[in-house]
């Protein structure tokens, strides 16, 4: 490697003396303004780092970062302005929260703005179960339909939202247990093969007649105290409907007996305790008016 400095012949430009293998190397130096700028970048993020949060920090067991000096985080900026959201909102939701949610339905703007609210709502508390679209899945009902376990109407929706389903913190909630009815010796595997036959037949698609008779005297004298003699269920039991084609937990053969023998009792968590009694009657609002509703 050279170090001899000279004038470049082709360009005109001083070389810096550093040659490699015949390459030598220019001395072009970066212009002023870029250095200026350069050095101006330094200065703002210093002064940066002394305003705004900035450097992160391990203490007491911790991380934790430097606040700054204005004490400004992205956090506090969006609980500001749920602030004022919620500031802006205070007199609607007071109407909302002290008007029958009957009213409410019949009062177009409050309307407006409780169905745009409960749809936020379920999206944050019930979408995981329900589904963003609230068709459900297997355990969690579908709320588009208008098959309701514990009724459909506004004020039913209100009370289910409210206190939940066997809510064990909530003395008020929605409680009905099924039996299980081959856990605690209630029936014989024989017995529950022809009940789940003749609930099968009500649907017309039992595969065994015979089953199926000798199932409709099991269905009357241990099922038809709470679905009904029609088998059409009792909404105030939460009796479920076994004469149509909707199940919670499946309408197949197999988990129809695991039904029977088992039991079923899911549980919903009782919002009213947890959201406030105006997001509470949006919910219902919103639920009633997804077209299940009556």
């Known amino acids: 490697m050279s170090t001899q400095m000279h004038k470049d012949d082709v360009t005109g430009v001083d070389t810096t003396g550093h040659e490699w293998d015949g390459i030598k190397e220019l001395n072009n130096p970066l212009p002023k303004w870029w250095i200026y700028t350069f050095y101006a970048c330094i200065l703002w993020a210093v002064a940066y780092w002394v305003v705004m949060p900035a450097w992160p920090y391990f203490w007491n067991g911790a991380w934790r970062h430097t606040e700054g000096v204005v004490g400004y985080t992205q956090r506090g900026s969006v609980a500001g302005e749920l602030q004022a959201v919620a ?59 208008d098959d309701w376990i514990w009724g459909g109407t506004l004020s039913d929706i209100q009370t289910t939202v409210t206190h939940g389903i066997r809510w064990e913190a909530d003395e008020d909630t929605r409680q009905n247990q099924m039996p299980r009815f081959l856990d605690d010796s209630m029936l014989k ?106």
């Not at 745009?116 to 329900?130: L, Q, V």
């Not at 459900?136 to 588009?144: A, I, S, T, Y």
């Not at 099922?223 to 937990?249: F, M, R, V």
């Open 87 to 145: 500031a802006a909102r205070a007199d609607v939701m007071k109407q909302i929260a002290e008007m029958p949610i009957e009213d409410v339905a019949k009062n177009d703007t409050l309307m407006e703005l409780a169905l745009a609210g409960g749809k936020a709502a379920f999206g944050d508390n019930c979408a995981p179960c329900h589904g963003s679209g609230a068709a459900g899945g297997k355990g969690f009902p579908n709320l588009n339909d």
């Open 189 to 294: 595997s024989e017995q529950i093969n022809d009940a789940a036959e003749y609930v099968l037949s009500l649907s017309n698609k039992a595969d065994d007649a015979a089953a199926a008779t000798r199932g409709a005297a099991v269905f009357e004298q241990n099922c038809a105290s709470c679905h009904g003699a029609d088998a059409k269920g009792n909404q105030e039991l939460g009796a479920p409907n076994l004469t149509d084609a909707i199940w919670l937990y499946g309408g197949d053969k197999e988990t129809i007996v695991q039904t029977i023998s088992h039991g079923r009792g899911g549980v919903m968590p009782a919002w009213g305790g947890r959201l406030s009694a105006a997001t509470v009657k949006e919910l219902a609002l919103y639920v009633h008016s997804l077209g299940g509703g009556k």
